[in-house]
């Protein structure tokens, strides 16, 4: 059973860079056909997905989020990272990270709160 930890700061500035790490346990993420994938819930709306990187390495951002987003991994280490920049108050959310095969989501780390404030 693989598991999911999201990491990092939970108060980040605004105009800054938020950085999160999601390491994996149970689990390479160079298995075959595995995506791991970030999403975010801001408070009181719906779930957001952000972009995912592949077992291979290949990224994917959505189109809404692409500009300030990159998503790497390192695989000695079995983690990958999002990092957003230039945020804004509206980038607090609730960040998590998942796992995805066959199209469908798996896994999902417990989630960590980012609060975007001065």
């Known amino acids: 059973q693989v598991q999911l930890q999201e990491s990092g700061p939970g108060l980040v500035k605004p105009s800054q860079t938020l950085s999160l790490t999601c390491t994996v346990s149970g689990g390479s993420i160079t298995t075959n056909y595995y995506y791991w994938s970030w999403i975010r819930q801001p408070p009181g709306k719906g779930l957001e997905w952000i972009g995912y990187i592949t077992y291979s390495g290949s990224t994917y951002y959505s189109p809404s989020l692409k500009s300030r987003t990159s998503i790497s991994r390192d695989t000695s280490k079995n983690h990958f990272t999002l990092q957003l920049s230039s945020v804004t108050p509206e980038d607090t959310a609730v960040y998590y990270c998942?796992?995805?095969?066959?199209?469908?989501?798996?896994?999902w780390g417990q989630g960590t709160q980012v609060t975007v404030s001065s």
């Open positions: 998942a796992s995805n095969w066959a199209g469908a989501f798996g896994s």
